[in-house]
């Protein structure tokens, strides 16, 4: 049977020109898939630019090494887009989740090629390589280096072990399988240092986002089958944490810690009036579903959407649709 990574082995061999993006404000999957797959063109001779949105966050820094992407301009990029001979799109199958760079990509002639994990892609590329089994984008990197090298270079491993350590919550997901975990133990075969990704990316965190974390866990509200938890991050809560510019995606984990919850909500208030929702659940629960209604997306136990609506009307909003999934 025929690999579904075979367009992106031939687009591979018969190209020079590669640009890399994923999406908005880009984790540790997304830098993953990156930061590996380009260090695997390089390695073949090929010409690699790396274009992103937003800033490398901290917690990634360590695996740098020289390859921080560039910061999109239009101005300066616009013009390298539309020289490519392929762009890659990874980890992101929405055009919407493109951001500033959104139409230089759709108007590029180069042909898109689209790796991604997510289910439910709602743009067509030219390519889609879709795998909604794979834990994350990049363990389909690997695969796809495995497919054409046969085995991963050192430099290329520690990138592809943060995609799988971050998508898989440090292999406490439903999406840790045995693939996965043989997968990375080859990864530290090629010597990824276990401990030093760990502290790096879990263990990094200021006294600003602590604090703001404990004012977050003191504020949760159960429902009356405790099955379901949620918070709400207003503006105000951050500034008095003094935590106004941290990522507050990993507070929601707390909630799910509680016995007995399947559920767990987290609104966060934006600066712009809007409001960020990030839902988990465990086992059956799918919020991959609810967020869709609602424009956003993700995996069947984390998803998450950006709402145009205030935080109160938001929570009003989802609160009662997600009750309905618990029902």
């Not at 018969?14 to 640009?19: G, I």
């Amino acid at each position: 049977m025929e690999s579904i990574f075979k367009p992106v082995v031939d687009a591979i061999a018969a190209n020079q020109r590669f640009v890399l993006v994923t999406h908005v404000n880009a984790d540790g999957d997304g830098l993953g898939a990156q930061f590996a797959l380009g260090r695997f063109l390089r390695r073949h001779g090929k010409d690699v630019r790396v274009i992103n949105t937003h800033p490398i966050p901290p917690q990634y820094h360590f695996f740098v090494q020289g390859d921080e992407p560039e910061l999109y301009d239009a101005a300066t990029h616009d013009p390298v887009l539309r020289a490519a001979d392929a762009i890659v799109i990874l980890d992101n199958s929405s055009a919407n989740r493109l951001g500033a760079m959104k139409d230089a990509v759709i108007a590029s002639p180069a042909p898109k090629i689209c790796i991604d994990h997510h289910p439910h892609p709602d743009t067509q590329w030219d390519r889609m390589i879709i795998d909604e089994k794979a834990c994350a984008t990049g363990e389909m990197i690997y695969r796809i280096i495995r497919e054409v090298d046969g085995e991963v270079s050192p430099q290329e491993a520690v990138p592809i072990y943060v995609s799988i350590v971050t998508d898989t919550g440090n292999f406490r997901f439903s999406n840790t399988t045995p693939i996965v975990l043989r997968t990375a133990a080859d990864l530290v075969s090629k010597g990824v240092d276990v401990p030093t990704v760990y502290q790096q990316i879990f263990e990094r965190n200021p006294p600003s986002f602590v604090k703001l974390l404990g004012a977050a866990l003191s504020s949760i509200t159960q429902d009356e089958t405790g099955r379901m938890g949620y918070i709400v991050v207003t503006r105000e809560m951050m500034r008095a944490a003094g935590a106004d510019g941290e990522d507050t995606s990993d507070i929601i984990n707390g909630i799910l810690t509680i016995d007995g919850t399947r559920l767990a909500l987290l609104f966060k208030e934006l600066p712009d009036g809007r409001t960020k929702v990030s839902l988990r659940s465990k086992g059956s629960i799918d919020v991959n579903r609810l967020a869709a209604e609602f424009g956003g997306g993700g995996h069947r136990n984390a998803s998450g959407v950006v709402v145009a609506s205030p935080i109160d009307q938001a929570v009003a909003a989802i609160l009662p649709k997600a009750r309905a999934l618990i029902a």
